[in-house]
C-alpha cells in the first residue's frame, strides 16, 4: 500500500546545505556584476578604471553620449549570437520556461555570459537593473548544481529557484520578498521541502550582503506617518489607475518587440538600434541612463520636482521599452519602479494641489504606485508589497502598499490575460500557472469517493460460468474489474473484464489461474491523491479498498471515481447557490 505523504524528509536536509552554500556563492557573483557593471559604466562614460557602482548621468561626453549604448548593443548583439541567445531579455522568463519545460535545466554557458552580457548593456547606459540578469544568473547556478549532483527534477527545481532568491536578495537586501517571488514566478507551488532551502539561500545571500555593504536600506526615504482613511482610499485609486497603466506598458513593450520582429535585418543587430534610442533620449535627460536606484530613491523621498517626475516616467519608459524589445540583456524591476515611482510622484503633486482634503503624501503615492506597477505588470502581488517595504524600511505604508498593489493586481488580471513575465512564453505555446490552490485530491479520503458495493468473483469459478454470466448483460455484470475472493473471504487479486473474456484460455480454467501479480489496495483513509499516485506508478486502473486496519475489504476505486471528484470541484467553483440557514455538517 502507498505511504501517507511527508512533506518533509531527511534528505531535505541535503537540499538546505546546498541551497546555503549556493546562496553564498551568488552574493559574491552578485558582487562582482555590480563590481564589473561598475568597471563598464567608469569605462566607457568617464575614462577611468574604477569598479565603484556611479551613475552615467554626471557624464560630459556631449553627443558621443549617443555612440556608447550603440557600442553596447552591438556587443551585447554579437554574443548572443555567438554564445547563446537565451541571453537576451531581462532572464525571468527564460528561467520559468526552462522549470515548465526543460526540468530546470539551464545550459552552464548562461551562468557567465549572462552577467557579463548584462554588464556591458548596462555599463553602457542600458536603463535597466541589475535585479534580472542576477536572478538569471543565480538560477542558472543553481540549475548546474542540479545537473552535477544527483538530483530529482524537483530538487533541481528548488536550487534553481534558491540560487534566483540569493541573488535578488544579496542586490536588494529583501529576503523576504526575494522567496516571494521565487514562489510567484519559478516554484509555481508552496510546499516546505522547496520553501525551506530557499528561505535559507535568501538569508545566506542577504546575510553576505550585510558584510559586504551593510544592512542600510536600498531607498531609503524620510519617515512617513500613518495614512488616514481617506489618503488610503486615494492610493487604493491610484493603484487601480497604475494597473491600468502596467497593462499598456506591457502591451507597448510587446508591440515594440513585435516591430523589431518585422525588421528587415538580423536579430543580432537589433539591441544596437535600441542602443541609438537609448543614447538619444540619455542625451536629453542622462538620468534615464543605467540602473537609476538612485532615481527611485530621489522619486520616493520627495527630491524631484513635478517636472523632472513627468519628464523621468515618460522618457525611461521611452528608453527602456524599446531597448527592452530590442532583445538586449537587462532587468524589469527597477525600471518599472523607477516609472511607477516617478508616476505616483505626478499623481500625488497633484492630488497635493488640487484635492487637499485627501491628505496624499506625495511621496507616498510614489512609493504605493512603484510597487503596484510592478505587481500589474508581474502580477507579482505579495513580492511587490514586501518588496516596497524591506527596500523603504517603512511600515506605516504597509497598508497603502497592500491597498494600491491588490487594485493594480485586479485591474490587470482583467484587463490582460498575460503577464509582461509570462507573454512571450505563452506565446511559444508554453502554459505558465498563475494560481496556487490545494490539491482538491488531498482533501477527499478515498473511503468518502469509492464504490461500496463490489461485485466480487469467487477464485473456484469456472471461466464458463461466469462468461455465461457476462453474457446475461446485468447492471453487476458490466464492470470492468471485479476482486476475486477465495472459500475465506480473503482478497486474492483483480481481475477484468477483458481478462475473463481473452481468447485462447481453457473455458474450463479458473478465476484464480486468470491472477498475475498480487491485489494493488488502498486503505480507505487514504487520499484519492495518494490513490491516483499509486494507479499511475502501478500502471492500474483501479483499486481495492481495504477498510483502515487493512483486514476487509470494503469497496472498490476507479478512475471514474477520481473524476467525479473533480466534478464536485468544478461544480463548487461555478454553481452559485444561496445556503442562509442551512445545518452545518456534523462533524466526524
Not at 574604477?50 to 556587443?75: K, M, Q, R, Y
Not at 491600468?244 to 508591440?255: E, F, P
Not at 466534478?567 to 463548487?572: A, C, N
Request: hydrophobic letters at 50%.
Amino acid at each position: 500500500m502507498p505511504r501517507h505523504f511527508r512533506p518533509l524528509g531527511r534528505r531535505v536536509l541535503w537540499i538546505c546545505f546546498l541551497a546555503m552554500t549556493l546562496g553564498s556563492v551568488v552574493a559574491l557573483v552578485a558582487r562582482l556584476l555590480t563590481a564589473l557593471i561598475g568597471l563598464v559604466t567608469n569605462l566607457a562614460f568617464y575614462g577611468r578604471l574604477s569598479t565603484d557602482f556611479s551613475s552615467p548621468a554626471e557624464n560630459h561626453l556631449g553627443l558621443w553620449v549617443i555612440v556608447v549604448p550603440v557600442i553596447g548593443g552591438l556587443v551585447v548583439g554579437a554574443m548572443a549570437r555567438w554564445g547563446s541567445r537565451a541571453i537576451r531579455g531581462h532572464g525571468i522568463p527564460e528561467a520559468m520556461e526552462q522549470v515548465l519545460l526543460n526540468e530546470s535545466r539551464i545550459a552552464p554557458r548562461i551562468t557567465w555570459l549572462k552577467p557579463v552580457s548584462a554588464a556591458i548593456a548596462i555599463g553602457t547606459g542600458g536603463p535597466f537593473g541589475a535585479e534580472g540578469p542576477i536572478i538569471a544568473t543565480g538560477g542558472a547556478r543553481g540549475s548546474l548544481v542540479g545537473q552535477w549532483l544527483h538530483v530529482t527534477a524537483d530538487e533541481r527545481k528548488t536550487l534553481l529557484a534558491a540560487g534566483a532568491a540569493a541573488g535578488m536578495a544579496a542586490v536588494f537586501s529583501a529576503p523576504i520578498s526575494s522567496v516571494l517571488l521565487a514562489i510567484e514566478l519559478l516554484l509555481f507551488e508552496r510546499r516546505a521541502r522547496s520553501l525551506i532551502p530557499v528561505a535559507l539561500a535568501a538569508v545566506v545571500g542577504t546575510a553576505v550582503r550585510y558584510v559586504l555593504e551593510g544592512n542600510e536600506p536600498l531607498f531609503p526615504m524620510p519617515a512617513i506617518g500613518t495614512p488616514t482613511l481617506v489618503a488610503v482610499a486615494a492610493y487604493v485609486a491610484m493603484g487601480a489607475l497604475t494597473g491600468v497603466v502596467s497593462v499598456g506598458i506591457t502591451k507597448l513593450t510587446y508591440a515594440i518587440e513585435d516591430g523589431f520582429e518585422k525588421l528587415p535585418i538580423h536579430w543580432m543587430w537589433w539591441p544596437a538600434i535600441g542602443g541609438l534610442v537609448v543614447g538619444v533620449v540619455g542625451y536629453f535627460m542622462p538620468a534615464t541612463l543605467g540602473v537609476g536606484y538612485n532615481n527611485i530613491a530621489s522619486v520616493i523621498a520627495g527630491q524631484i520636482g513635478l517636472a523632472g517626475m513627468l519628464s523621468l516616467c515618460l522618457l525611461k519608459l521611452l528608453s527602456w521599452s524599446v531597448a527592452l524589445g530590442s532583445g538586449t540583456s537587462g532587468g524589469t524591476l527597477a525600471p518599472l519602479f523607477t516609472i511607477g515611482g516617478a508616476l505616483g510622484g505626478v499623481l500625488g503633486w497633484l492630488c497635493t494641489m488640487w484635492l487637499p482634503w485627501l491628505q496624499v503624501d506625495p511621496r507616498v503615492a510614489a512609493l504605493v504606485c512603484m510597487a503596484a506597477i510592478f505587481a500589474g505588470a508581474s502580477r507579482a502581488f505579495l513580492t511587490s508589497v514586501v518588496f516596497a517595504f524591506e527596500t523603504t524600511q517603512q511600515p506605516h505604508g504597509l497598508l497603502p502598499l497592500l491597498g494600491a498593489c491588490a487594485a493594480a493586481y485586479l485591474v490587470s488580471g482583467l484587463m490582460m490575460r498575460n503577464t509582461i513575465m509570462t507573454e512571450k512564453i505563452a506565446r511559444r505555446g508554453v502554459r505558465v500557472p498563475s494560481e496556487y490552490a490545494a490539491d482538491y485530491l488531498e482533501r477527499i479520503s478515498v473511503g468518502e469517493a469509492c464504490s461500496r458495493n463490489v461485485v466480487s468473483l469467487q477464485a473456484l469459478q469456472s471461466l464458463t460460468e461466469v462468461r455465461a454470466w457476462l453474457a446475461t448483460e446485468q447492471a453487476s455484470s458490466k464492470h470492468q474489474g471485479f476482486p476475486v475472493m477465495d472459500g475465506q473471504g480473503r482478497l486474492l487479486g483483480v481481475v477484468t473484464r477483458r481478462d475473463l473474456l481473452r481468447t485462447g484460455v481453457s473455458a474450463g480454467a479458473t478465476v484464480q489461474s486468470l491472477l498475475g501479480r498480487a491485489p494493488l489496495v488502498v486503505r480507505e483513509d487514504h487520499t484519492l491523491r495518494e490513490a491516483a499516485d499509486h494507479m499511475v506508478e502501478a500502471d492500474v486502473g483501479r483499486l481495492v479498498v481495504l477498510d483502515r486496519d487493512a483486514c476487509k475489504m470494503v469497496g472498490f476505486l476507479t478512475r471514474g471515481d477520481l473524476l467525479r471528484a473533480h466534478g464536485q470541484r468544478l461544480r463548487e467553483a461555478r454553481k452559485a447557490s444561496r445556503h442562509f440557514g442551512s445545518k452545518e455538517k456534523p462533524a466526524a
